[in-house]
Nanobody, 121 residues
Framework: VQLQASGGGLAQAGGSLRLSCAAS????????MGWFRQAPGKEREFVAG??????YYGDPVKGRFTISRDNAKNTVYLQMNSLKPEDTAVYYC?????????????????WGQGTQVTVSS
């Protein structure tokens, strides 16, 4: 599985951005997809995931971010609203196969290259 993330950029606090992650390789519809982020000097953290029709989120983004997928386009999206300066990070998409909620880095074997999101105050 190869993943290509895009859509990062600069936004003002309170604004919105949408990230995309295009996947190629094995059957996309049966994959579990996730978004993680890593801010400078911090550990990589879970942001959001989607597995079949189930979505789940990290506490810092609940109610503000929405993950979705388009199986016809082999793409997963992360809609980020009400952005805060603390959302500034490199965002990575990740994937694996199987069932259940997956929030750990080690539960995702495939990773994209990351896209920078910067939120100004």
């Amino acid at each position: 599985v190869q993943l290509q993330a895009s859509g990062g950029g600069l936004a003002q606090a309170g604004g919105s951005l949408r990230l995309s992650c295009a996947a190629s390789g094995r059957v996309f519809s049966s994959s579990v997809m996730g978004w993680f982020r890593q801010a400078p000097g911090k550990e990589r953290e879970f942001v959001a995931g989607i597995n079949r029709g189930k979505t789940y989120y990290g506490d810092p983004v609940k109610g503000r971010f929405t993950i979705s997928r388009d199986n016809a386009k082999n793409t997963v999206y992360l809609q980020m609203n009400s952005l805060k300066p603390e959302d500034t990070a490199v965002y990575y998409c990740a994937a694996d196969y199987g069932l259940g909620v997956r929030t750990r880095i080690r539960d995702h074997r495939y990773w994209g290259q990351g896209t920078q999101v910067t939120v100004s105050s």
